[in-house]
């Protein structure tokens, strides 16, 4: 995952580029760089290695002037983190910007060779760039032109905008199963990869569909699709709001993101709980009421923290709807064989909508046989929502932080709603789905009391900041969220955790019990609490040291730290007790020093295979 920003205007836009590509760090930031065509015609391109601070410096000692230009920020897909991979590339009077992979560029590039250029990176970017430059060389055809007979060569997933220094008065944008979004100004217009990058210059966005290819001046924009007939696309108006792209108050993206979960649910809630008794889907009809209603059986493809909130669905979707479900990673999904379930219905789960493994996993479904598919997504205007029959909106709100936190509790409010509107549609045990609905009205109310447990949190990060080695336990539906602690604290603290169900300690990880080792339990109460216990024992009968998160009381053992958690229902008890891991693994990072919203190697979508 990268960023992009390209704009065409009256004025200059240096200030615009690194503000905008400051705004898309989160997905990249291993280089970046710009390039802007300035007022005598000349390409002016300055890229560095590290975060976008680095080229901001760079770019305000050179004091550039222009009204073209474009800027990136990277996340090394193809090439090493080096100066001469960092975008933009140029070959001769062609300048490029791309997201994505272009996956026969080796070939391409081979064949360029032969063709006498000469590559200075090692990027499958630089290989578009020379294709361009060959093709409008070869044919003399204006650039729109010259680009249709190039991307007829180029096989993957990806965004580009191009500019022609010989026609310094256009960007023209390609969208490959890659986001691009055109922001609509008083005579100037901007590109981005998110509106993120352009909320503070305008609220009017026209996104790209698939295959389509715009030619983008200050006054006009026309939309070719991909049967290369002009064509128009809606203009949306965003309710996002500017502010919501600022911490505020907060010192990282991830602690705002914890802190705004009950808002954030409150708003997944709203208009969708109706009576307190029915789940009302707005974006739903009868069509997947139908559909609903037939489905036997539930198979969920989801990646990283997503495919946790999959996995604590299994439980609910079987405890509570007596429906088999099966969770599976997106990338294993789509490269194996399988063997389809009888009446089966697809869930894919994502935030960003954009996230490859899981795009491919959906789109290789669609010659399998299921009922239809669903996805549940936070980006109503991605293209896994475009690409899916039916969808239902997590309503977040914008989520910077790397590390994800409140996409996972919506997710999980959401599939659990889905769960009572499934129970509905089979008219089936109405009280179970009437209990989903009270618990639910609750949730909010239950995550806020435990924010205020946030010093209780930050006194046990300080004593196992220091540790190289940290297990997580849970049974049964907590498990998942046993997964999902651990992650976050490998994601941002880089501590080596592991979870396992706690009823396989004696199946091979107590083996590694001892001081050293600080071992987190999931511990609410529910028909498991007993077998926690017993663990709980096994574990201290060996020396180990364990930090029990409940609200139960329990029989003192030795080395066992209980932090008191606050009542909570048991349906809801996995929503509630992912906030204090979220919480723990936020204070452990902080306290290393760690870079917390742009942890090392990792991008907010992985939107390459």
């Keep these: 995952m990268c960023g992009i920003v390209a704009a065409v205007t009256q004025r200059n836009i240096t200030n615009f580029l690194v503000e905008g590509i400051k705004k898309l760090e989160y997905r990249g930031y291993d280089s970046s760089g710009l390039a802007i065509i300035d007022y005598k015609n000349n390409i002016i391109r ?61 070939i391409l ?255 290789c479904s669609k010659n399998l046989g299921y009922l239809g598919n669903l996805t549940i997504c936070n980006m109503e205007s991605s293209s896994l929502v475009k690409e899916s029959d039916c969808c239902i909106l997590t309503k977040a709100g914008l989520e910077i932080g790397v590390a994800s936190t409140k996409s996972f509790t919506t997710q999980l409010t959401v599939l659990l709603m889905l769960i009572a509107k499934i129970i509905n549609v089979k008219k089936e045990k109405n009280n179970i789905s009437n209990k989903i609905i009270q618990t639910l009205n609750i949730l909010p109310t239950r995550i806020e009391e435990i924010l205020k447990k946030n010093e209780l949190i930050k006194n046990l990060a300080n004593k196992i900041s220091h540790k190289k080695n940290i297990l997580f336990l849970g049974r049964g539906d907590t498990y998942p969220i046993a997964i999902e602690g651990a992650l976050k604290l490998k994601e941002i603290s880089y501590i080596h955790a592991e979870a396992y169900p706690a009823g396989e300690l004696k199946h091979g990880p107590l083996a590694l019990i001892d001081q050293n080792i600080p071992i987190i339990i999931i511990a609410p109460k529910n028909s498991l609490l007993n077998k926690i216990k017993k663990n709980i024992k096994e574990i201290s009968l060996r020396g180990g040291i364990t930090y029990v998160f409940s609200d139960q009381e329990f029989d003192y053992e030795e080395n066992m730290n209980v932090i ?46």
């Design 109 to 363: 590039r081979l064949f360029l060779q032969k063709k006498g250029y000469i590559f200075y990176s090692d990027t499958d970017t630089e290989v578009i760039a020379h294709l361009l430059h060959w093709e409008q060389n070869k044919k003399k055809d204006p650039l729109k032109k010259t680009i249709q007979n190039s991307i007829e060569k180029l096989y993957g997933n990806y965004s580009m905008v191009v500019i022609d220094k010989n026609n310094p008065s256009r960007l023209i944008a390609v969208r490959s199963r890659s986001p691009l979004v055109i922001g609509l100004g008083l005579e100037e217009n901007f590109i981005a990869s998110d509106q993120i990058a352009l909320l503070n210059i305008t609220k009017r966005f026209i996104y790209l569909e698939e295959g389509d290819i715009a030619v983008v001046t200050r006054k006009r924009i026309d939309i070719f699709n991909k049967n290369s007939t002009i064509t128009k696309r809606k203009e949306i108006i965003s309710n996002t709001e500017y502010k919501s792209v600022k911490k505020g108050k907060y010192r990282h993206f991830m602690e705002k993101e914890i802190y705004e979960q009950p808002e954030s649910i409150r708003k997944t809630l709203e208009n969708r709980l109706k009576n307190n008794s029915k789940i009302y889907f707005s974006e739903l009809g009868l069509k997947e009421n139908n559909l609903f209603y037939h489905a036997e059986h539930i198979q969920i493809v989801a990646c990283g923290t997503s495919y946790n909130a999959a996995m604590v669905s299994r439980y609910w979707f079987e405890s509570l709807a007596n429906i088999p479900c099966d969770v599976e990673i997106a990338s294993e999904f789509s490269s194996r064989k399988l063997a389809l379930r009888k009446k089966s219905l697809l869930i894919t789960l994502s935030q960003s909508g954009e996230t490859a493994d899981t795009l491919s996993a959906l789109r």
């Design 46 to 106: 300055i890229r560095c290695v590290g975060k976008v601070n680095e080229l901001i410096k760079k770019v305000y000692k050179k004091k550039i002037l222009g009204n073209i230009g474009m800027a990136h920020t990277r996340w090394a897909t193809h090439g090493k983190v080096s100066k001469a991979n960092t975008h933009p590339h140029i070959s001769s009077n062609i300048i490029v910007v791309h997201n994505g992979i272009i996956e026969n560029s080796s």
């Design 564 to 609: 008191k958690m606050p009542y909570v229902e048991e349906l809801i008890a996995p929503i509630f007790y992912i906030i204090p891991l979220q919480l723990l693994a936020y204070y452990v990072a902080l306290s290393k020093g760690r870079d917390i919203d742009q942890p090392r190697h990792l991008a907010k979508s992985v939107t390459v295979e």
